[in-house]
């Protein structure tokens, strides 16, 4: 079973950056698109970015502009870059691919 594990988060002031990480298990990484999810509470679990085996990427109208997503095959590692940090970014991230989703790391905006 393949296992995905996320890392980066914490808390941040408004305007901050944060790099979240998510490392996957499993040969076939290269092959998969992989997403990151976030989930405030009391909120339903949305989609923030993906990024194709071809690197075509996709985002929420919400993080357009302030959030880079990006994959390193060798590594078995999805990345987001989250800059211009906002308060209602504030959510428990989770990576998704593979048919697997990770534990979730939380992201704190706040001053």
């Known amino acids: 079973q393949v296992q995905l594990v996320e890392s980066g988060g914490g808390l941040v002031q408004p305007g901050g950056s944060l790099r979240l990480s998510c490392q996957a298990s499993g040969r076939l990484f290269r092959l998969f698109t992989m997403n990151w999810y976030r989930q405030a509470p009391g909120k339903q679990r949305e989609l923030v970015a993906a990024i194709t085996s071809g690197l075509s990427t996709n985002y929420a109208d919400s993080v357009k502009g302030r959030f880079t997503i990006s994959r390193d095959n060798a590594k078995n590692t999805v990345y987001l870059q989250m800059n211009s940090l906002k308060p209602e970014d504030s959510a428990v991230y989770y990576c998704?691919?593979?048919?697997?989703w990770g534990q979730g790391t939380q992201v704190t905006v706040s001053s």
């Open positions: 998704k691919g593979m048919d697997s």
